[in-house]
């Protein structure tokens, strides 16, 4: 059932109350998440998104009783990905030659997915739709956070639809950002822009400062998915400012993966260590095998520096260790330290490893990290303990 958001618009997408991984197993979602669509009714129609694809069938029986299909006078796409466009092979079947704006590397992507040569309306930013009292201008977004991405702004109601950009992965029964949690809605924000925006914070600050130059007032930020913002709902815009800006809190997290314990032990060592000479500071611990990889990652961004750690295994590292780095090095994090530890039985290649990976990974790696044989003794807990103390007085 559709849910009012103004006179003119209203909310047809869906709350996906057990959704718990998304992008694949990519990306956790403790929280679910909501795939937004909205119906503008002016002197045109306009339907701006759908929803995802295993909800195309219900998402267009709920459009049916919203609206006769046939009233439909445009269709934005914002962006073609799965998620906000799987209902439109089902739409299209009942309303074929219906227009679809989007950009030119939208069409490539709805193409790309569902091989339909369907009425596509290429757009750029700037241009307009006149749909009556009001408009419609449409602001190209790349990657924000596909090539296709794009806002639409709607005059007159003073409504920005932001696509990806502002949400959250985030199921909750109100649609607006002032009548849900507010911690809630936070952390999924920062985990939202932490795992998936990161790499392309210069892009971001660009796009945002050029939409803010047009000086158009924003009454409503209504996303793709989370919540609606409309109370004060330039504080995301503000967020995303900070955030895109080599962002980092008075943080230092630890994440290791451990075979027999004395790599946790370290680790708990060097905090400890940490703390002593600075308890003002967040020092966060993370068994990299026994936490959720994307909770860690939204750890590592809000991070001044990390340090990992892993034991020596086949002249390697443990599979968590080797597969968070890899994460860590694909979301290009900046201003960030770190520094490498680990224990070791035979060859100890780890700490030497996991240094090569956090350089390539942009990190300003400040030493060769520390290593010990076997379990640690108290020698090599005191070791450990300095180490901390050490690495903190260089950050």
Same mark, same amino acid.
């Given at each position: 059932? @559709?849910?009012?958001?103004?006179?003119?618009?209203?909310?047809? @997408?869906?709350?996906d109350w057990e959704l718990?991984?998304?992008? @694949?197993?990519?990306? =956790?979602?403790?929280?679910?998440? =909501?795939?937004?669509?909205?119906?503008?009714?002016?002197?045109? +129609?306009?339907?701006?998104?759908?929803?995802?694809?295993?909800?195309?069938?219900?998402?267009?029986? #709920?459009l049916k009783k919203e609206i006769n299909l #046939? *009233?439909?006078?445009?269709?934005?796409?914002?962006?073609g990905e799965i998620d906000h466009?799987?209902?439109?092979?089902?739409?299209?079947?009942?309303?074929?030659? +219906?227009?679809?704006?989007?950009? =030119? #590397?939208?069409?490539?992507?709805l193409?790309?997915?569902?091989?339909?040569? /369907?009425?596509?309306?290429?757009?750029?930013t700037g241009d307009e739709l006149d749909i009556?009292?009001?408009?419609?201008?449409?602001?190209?977004?790349?990657?924000?956070? /596909?090539p296709d991405s794009m806002f639409t702004y709607m005059t007159g109601e003073n409504i920005l639809f932001s696509n990806d950009a502002f949400g959250q992965h985030y199921a909750t029964e109100h649609l607006f950002n002032d009548l849900a949690d507010q911690n809630e809605i936070y952390e999924e924000a920062i985990k939202y822009y932490g795992n998936i925006l990161t790499p392309f914070s210069p892009l971001v600050k660009k796009k945002i400062e050029e939409v803010l130059s047009f000086n158009l007032?924003? #009454?409503?930020?209504?996303?793709?998915?989370?919540?609606? /913002? $409309?109370?004060?709902?330039?504080?995301?815009?503000?967020?995303?400012?900070?955030?895109? %800006?080599?962002?980092? *809190? %008075?943080?230092?997290?630890?994440?290791?993966?451990?075979? /027999?314990? @004395?790599? $946790? $032990?370290?680790?708990?060592?060097?905090?400890?260590?940490?703390?002593?000479?600075?308890d003002r500071i967040t020092v966060k611990l993370y068994n990299i095998s026994r936490s959720d990889k994307n909770d860690i990652l939204t750890e590592v961004f809000k991070s001044k520096a990390i340090l990992v750690g892993s034991p020596t295994v086949n002249k390697g590292l443990l599979h968590g260790a080797a597969a968070i780095l890899e994460m860590i090095k694909g979301l290009s994090f900046k201003n960030k330290k770190a520094a490498a530890f680990g224990c070791y039985g035979w060859g100890g290649e780890s700490v030497k490893l996991i240094t090569e990976e956090l350089k390539r990974a942009g990190f300003d790696v400040v030493n060769d990290g520390i290593r010990e044989l076997w379990n640690p003794n108290e020698d090599a807990i005191v070791r450990a303990r300095e180490y901390g103390k050490e690495f903190v007085s260089k950050i």
């Open positions: 059932m @559709g849910r009012k958001i103004t006179d003119k618009v209203t909310w047809v @997408g869906k709350i718990r991984s998304f992008h @694949g197993e990519e990306l =956790s979602t403790h929280k679910g998440s =909501s795939y937004n669509s909205y119906l503008i009714r002016d002197e045109k +129609t306009v339907l701006i998104d759908t929803v995802w694809l295993p909800y195309a069938k219900e998402f267009v029986e #709920n #046939n *009233e439909i006078d445009y269709i934005v796409m914002n962006h466009s799987g209902a439109l092979v089902e739409l299209m079947k009942e309303i074929p030659d +219906t227009p679809i704006y989007c950009t =030119s #590397n939208g069409v490539k992507s193409k790309g997915h569902y091989h339909q040569d /369907w009425n596509f309306v290429e757009v750029k009556g009292n009001s408009k419609l201008i449409f602001v190209e977004a790349r990657m924000l956070h /596909w007032p924003v #009454n409503m930020i209504c996303t793709s998915h989370g919540v609606i /913002w $409309r109370d004060n709902p330039t504080q995301i815009i503000e967020k995303y400012m900070e955030w895109a %800006n080599a962002y980092q *809190e %008075n943080q230092i997290t630890l994440l290791y993966d451990t075979m /027999w314990e @004395g790599t $946790r $032990r370290l680790a708990e060592a060097i905090a400890e260590g940490i703390k002593s000479v600075d």
